[in-house]
T-cell receptor, first 110, second 116 residues
């Protein structure tokens, strides 16, 4: 089966650091992706992990542990524009399709 | 690079009519495109995988006779919602796999469908 879990909502303060967790149990794994989605817009790519460890990309970092079925997205120096939904998605090894998690709505407060 | 467009961006139609949504890869060729549906405050649900020159692969629970997918060229896939009903009102998003990060999907801007 396919099961991906994320917290539904998170709140953080401008300038702070926030960590959004994602746990997954899927039949096969070929990479984990993080996307940002503002309301009414399409998702935009943030980060990608296929091997264990931390990938850093500016203010955004993503971590993966395949043995634990766990990933997190770390956002530093939060800005108001970071208020959005953050989706983690696991890529199937049997094709190119993704299974998306439920998404985490992040609100950044002044 | 790797831009995906959708048309229309929003559409309102009457119950019982059909609506066609186009998805184009503008600067790359997309052998495979994906169609998703997203209800308010929910995540993306994959409807079908569209392969150029062959029949689409539908996810379980998606009616292939209601949601017709055609992928006639390497840059165009279309989704036709036939005999639309109010419960089909949703945000429809297409994506295509590009040439950047392996497996990364580039998403179109989405089409908001409202069936009255």
């Amino acid at each position: 089966g396919q099961n991906i879990d994320q917290p539904t909502e998170m709140t953080a303060t401008e300038g702070a650091i926030v960590q959004i967790n994602c746990t997954y149990q899927t039949s096969g794994f070929n990479g984990l992706f993080w996307y940002q989605q503002h309301a009414g817009e399409a998702p935009t790519f943030l980060s990608y992990n296929v091997l264990d460890g931390l990938e850093e990309k500016g203010r955004f970092s993503s971590f993966l542990s395949r043995s634990k079925g766990y990933s997190y997205l770390l956002l530093k120096e939060l800005q108001m524009k970071d208020s959005a939904s953050y989706l983690c998605a696991v890529r199937s090894p049997y094709g190119q399709n993704f299974v998306f998690g439920p998404g985490t709505r992040l609100s950044v407060l002044p | 690079g790797a831009v995906v467009s959708q048309h229309p961006s929003w559409v309102i139609c009457k119950s019982g009519t059909s609506v066609k949504i186009e998805c184009r890869s503008l600067d790359f060729q997309a052998t495979t495109m994906f169609w998703y549906r997203q209800f308010p405050k929910q995540s993306l649900m994959l409807m079908a995988t569209s392969n150029e020159g062959s029949k689409a692969t539908y996810e379980q629970g998606v009616e292939k006779d209601k949601f017709l997918i055609n992928h006639a060229s390497l840059t165009l896939s279309t989704l036709t919602v036939t005999s639309a009903h109010p419960e089909d009102s949703s945000f429809y998003i297409c994506s295509a796999t590009g040439t950047g990060v392996p497996g990364e999907q580039y998403f179109g801007p989405g089409t908001r469908l409202t069936v009255t």
